[in-house]
């Protein structure tokens, strides 16, 4: 395993390492992890960032401690998946399309609802702006004027903002780091580079026109494609 840079904040690389070698499959599950002192050892620094590392790989989930046992690997059930380093490095390490289907189970059970009550804002400009811009920067991105992921992201956790529920507002982290994977996976399956401009604008008139169950069902429409290519192309690879 590399050694660190000196130039980056240790406390934070050495828990990214760490993590993502977890992740990868590095330290079996589990099995006996490293003590504060050997990792101490193996990366020449002090006890007390290695100290703060191992916290905050048990806060997400990846490692525990037990008595007379030590510090343990965890199984992937009990990782934090919300927790936005856990899911990219899960998504780095092994994208599979299960874990994309999943993703996108949990966005149907969250953004048709986040959308329609952004209809039901849809009088409060501050919030629905935003969504116009990304929606605008879509445009120019068919136009390869600005990028199509970064815009298409925008938009999506635009509506979570415009919610206004604090719940959906907090996850816009957590669906930002999948989306980077989940929209560059299913454009990929749909072979097209472009996420459908016309789709979202669907989204977003019905967001502006105050029709929730309007803006509700245009991104489920969205969604359900995307989870039935997913699906499809888990079966295909079964057969």
Known sequence: ???????????????????AAIIQGHYAVDKTFPTEAELSQQFNISRSVTREAVKML?????????????????PSTHWNMFDPDVLAWT??????????????????????????????????????????????????ADEGKDDPLEADIDFHCSILAASNNRFFFQLRDFIQVALRVSIA??????????????????IYDAICAGKPDAANAAVRS??????QLINNSISSRKS
């Open 58 to 74: 048990t806060a997400k989930g990846l490692i525990a401690s037990r008595p007379r046992q030590g510090i343990r690997v965890m």
């Open 1 to 19: 395993m590399n050694m660190l840079d000196a130039g980056r904040n240790l406390t934070y690389q050495l828990t990214h390492q760490l993590g």
């Open 91 to 140: 998504l780095n390490s092994r994208p599979s399309l299960e874990l994309l289907k999943e993703f996108t189970q949990l966005r149907l059970a969250i953004e048709p609802e986040a959308a329609a009550l952004a209809a039901e804002n849809y009088q409060e400009e501050a919030r629905i702006k935003p969504i116009g811009v990304a929606l605008a920067r879509m445009k120019s």
């Open 222 to 227: 969205l969604l359900l494609e995307a989870q």
């Open 185 to 202: 996976s299913t454009n990929q399956l749909k072979g097209v580079l472009n996420a459908n401009y016309d789709d979202h604008k669907k």
